[in-house]
């Protein structure tokens, strides 16, 4: 189907593809295209997009978005909706989500939102031994951050496919879970739908009709970041309960209380595999989201038109830099995740998710570290991997510490958004336009609302001094005291300590909203 329409003068589009979230609000001058199928974006998407003047666009199947001199032109393979009427952004937001990804009412596990998450890939790499694993946990809580989430990564395993803990890493799996559960933290594996080639399992699999062939009947081996593997047909119901199966042994057996479910992405499948279940690759997606979403302490980076239901969608790795996918990307795409039914969104590691940024001797920008973990404390979710104190001075180490303070001390706040983003489907991390939808501020992506009354403001450029804020209208005390009025922009001073934020003082009014 093909649909197209003219944009309105003034009216912005926000969709498609979170990845994309910075190069958004797609306005009347914009030349751009969002294509859910090409490339390799790794991130959560949806065949949706929502205007700011109360339009929303939907197809139950991936449809490229083109945009170009005040003209949109969808093209996709199934009915592409277009709708009106809404007042703005909020009220799109929401009518779309009703239609087409009501919430569940059901949460991920609630210490997402109450406590921090460690994951060790920064810090270990693939070295994911007993003793380095113990390390990190201990140093967390000798230097002062509170316990929390602990995700072993990559490189616990046999191999891919094999979900069993490589005894000459960890030989005693129960006794570290079990050492890890003592200090006080929940414990996650990394685990994914991919099969190693020349593993022990693979032939196994593949005799019983588990992993997916190709358009030709061959099995499908394809390439991804970390070399090639076969990949679980999870459309077959039998492969499906292969898998629990081998979960739930790691949960019962060593007392793993949850998975970081990593891979699935598009580029994994191909339109002409041969599946229990055919479907184009774009859905697979979903499959794997379907899976995961049955454990409580989950975790997918990838994830398409899974909106509103209770999975954990963390952004797509960062570098480890201020601009070009680095700290600037980190309110725009959470933002998007919002507005696309992925309430539950957990910012990349502070810092950044990139092993090659630290690896090499590479060296560490530590006042980006430490704006990067102060931008990421109003958010819902904070997770950190590097250790601060490793590779920052005592000075800034501290900042981060407190940053992680100061995020544990809103949990309360965050679980509270988070139960009535279960209930009604509005973001716990919020746009100025979306909050404020009458006062122009489409295009306002360094700044953002923690609910309808709480403003952050963090500092995203190196050696910055002051800080310009857009105060909505209304009567708002800064996280210094300050009492101003908002209906226009102030610029205050702001040194290595400051973390602004602004808490808005007299009662909200119901205009513009739904």
């Not at 739930?248 to 229990?276: H, I, M, P, S």
Request: hydrophobic fraction near 40%; charged fraction near 25%.
């Amino acid at each position: 189907m093909k649909l197209e329409f003219d944009i309105y003068p003034g009216e912005y589009w926000w969709g498609g593809c979170v990845n994309r979230g910075h190069e958004m609000p797609i306005g009347a001058e914009s030349r751009c295209e969002v294509d859910p199928c090409k490339g390799r974006e790794n991130d959560q998407f949806a065949s949706a997009f929502v205007s700011s003047k109360g339009r929303w666009l939907w197809s139950e199947h991936a449809f490229v978005f083109r945009a170009d001199s005040g003209r949109a032109v969808c093209e996709g393979v199934g009915t592409i909706e277009l709708n009106e009427g809404e007042k703005n952004l909020r009220g799109a937001y929401l009518a779309l989500s009703r239609a087409h990804f009501p919430f569940t009412g059901t949460l991920p596990d609630s210490r997402f939102f109450t406590q921090p998450q460690y994951n060790t890939w920064i810090e270990l790499g693939t070295d994911q031994t007993t003793e380095n694993i113990l390390r990190y946990a201990r140093g967390i809580l000798e230097h002062g951050l509170p316990a929390g989430i602990l995700m072993i990564d990559e490189g616990w395993q046999q191999d891919y496919g094999i979900f069993a803990f490589n005894k000459t890493k960890i030989p005693d799996p129960a006794d570290l879970i079990c050492e890890l559960h003592r200090m006080g933290f929940a414990v996650m594996l990394w685990v994914t739908p991919n099969v190693g080639c020349a593993g022990p399992n693979y032939l196994r699999l593949r005799d019983k009709g588990y992993l997916i062939r190709d358009g030709e009947g061959k099995i499908a081996i394809r390439e991804w970041w970390t070399g090639y593997s076969a990949v679980l047909d999870l459309t077959n119901p039998q492969t499906a309960a292969w898998y629990h199966g081998e979960l739930k042994r790691l949960q019962e057996c060593y007392g793993v209380d949850g998975f970081k479910f990593d891979a699935g992405d598009v580029y994994f499948y191909r339109d002409d595999d041969r599946t229990c279940v055919p479907m184009p690759a774009r859905e697979q997606t979903a499959v794997f989201n379907a899976v995961g979403v049955q454990y409580p302490l989950n975790e997918f980076r990838a994830a398409w038109n899974f909106g509103g239901q209770p999975i954990v969608a963390r952004l797509h790795d960062k570098y480890h830099c201020w601009e070009g996918y680095g700290l600037d990307t980190l309110i725009p795409h959470t933002l998007l995740q919002g507005l696309l039914g992925y309430a539950y969104c957990c910012p990349d590691m502070v810092g950044g998710g990139i092993l090659g940024c630290f690896r090499g001797g590479k060296k560490m920008d530590e006042e980006l570290f430490v704006r990067w973990a102060q931008a990421n404390a109003y958010m819902g979710m904070m997770q950190m991997s590097v250790s601060p104190w490793r590779v920052l001075s005592g000075e800034n180490a501290a900042r981060v510490v407190d940053a992680l303070k100061l995020h544990a001390s809103m949990g309360a706040r965050f679980y509270a958004l988070a139960l009535q983003a279960a209930a009604t489907g509005e973001p716990i991390t919020r746009s100025m336009a979306y909050a404020f939808p009458d006062e122009g501020m489409e295009t306002v992506q360094d700044q953002f609302m923690l609910g309808d009354d709480l403003l952050a403001a963090p500092v995203l450029k190196p050696g910055v001094k002051e800080r310009t804020v857009r105060l909505p209208k209304g009567t708002w005390r800064s996280w210094r005291g300050e009492i101003l009025e908002g209906g226009r922009n102030v610029t205050l001073p702001v040194g290595p300590d400051d973390v602004p934020c602004f808490t808005r003082q007299s009662a909200r009014t119901n205009a513009g909203k739904e």
